[in-house]
């Protein structure tokens, strides 16, 4: 049998975007904690590798999407490095062995070093979980499947700020080709 | 007159690199300081940005490449953040409202967020030093010509291991179309 290595992949589970009374709070993201906790343990437990894509801009917005400057420019700033805000929730800290990927916009993919380093590990499948479907999950599987990787979305780890919406990028998202699963049914599989 | 922006960049200035003891160290880095400075203080005085690019590997060398990983693994580490190696030499410390860029591979523009900084600065002019010229230095050059910026090497702020490496990537960095010149002459240009 092919030996296949998967990394787990966890998007922007940052205290600014998940956490109720934070600056860019995605309202589905604090629900998903204990699954992707879940799956977190079974990555742990099973020794694959697990990396913890983050969000950072700097305090002058110089790096801010361009459709988001304004807004961030008038205050609404979140994910600054050094803040609070900008760390990753508790539940979900990092142990040692895990990876930190900061980037500046939507997929993991870009402007990263997140392909490299799954190369390295010899990585050919990921699951992908975390905040937001519509946006930074969706440009990560996207751009996951053009790097080829089999991609997993595990979509009871997964939010958006409406059910609707995550259900309409889930449909088009298992119509690339994409699997979409549970964590449970996810761990069944292996 | 067409308004052009220019942006300096700095390369790899870190302690570990620079320093006589350092474990990166390039001979001919430190003796380029006093006329880094004097290229950061002209570009201070003219309030325009300065980009200072760093190293950073991840201590497990996941991320080192694949020609340095054996020598890292066997303990020629360095560059690892927090650590005083990692920090840019206090001479060159960045100022506030100026850059520090990350990378992990040779080219200041590779999986970095450095072109889109610079098209939100409205930059399309670059001077660039720093070390070494075989590796960052040239790479960057060469990336920054194909983005389509107009690039300047500040020959005597810029450093080899020895003065015959400099000389010969000078004269290849000529050949594509680069200026090449001292911070003096160039400041007198401006």
Known sequence: MEYKQTALIIIDMQNDIVLPDGPACVRGALATVP??????TYFRNNRRPVFHVVREYREDGSDVEITRLEKFRQGKKYALP???GCEIIKELAPAPGEYRIV????SAFMNTELDFM?????????????????NCVRTTVFD???????????????????????????????????TCCTVREYIGKQ
Chains 1, 2 share one sequence.
């Not at 799954?118 to 519509?134: E, S, W």
């Open 35 to 40: 699954t992707i906790v879940e799956a977190l």
């Open 82 to 84: 050094g803040t609070p």
């Open 103 to 106: 980037k500046n916009r939507f």
């Open 118 to 134: 799954l190369r390295r590990l010899d990585v050919t499948q990921i699951a992908v979980c975390g905040t937001q479907y519509p």
């Open 144 to 178: 996951g499947v053009c790097y080829g990787y089999a991609v997993t979305v595990l979509t009871d780890a997964t939010s958006a700020a409406s059910d609707a919406v995550a259900q309409a990028n889930i449909a088009d998202i298992k119509n690339i080709g994409v």
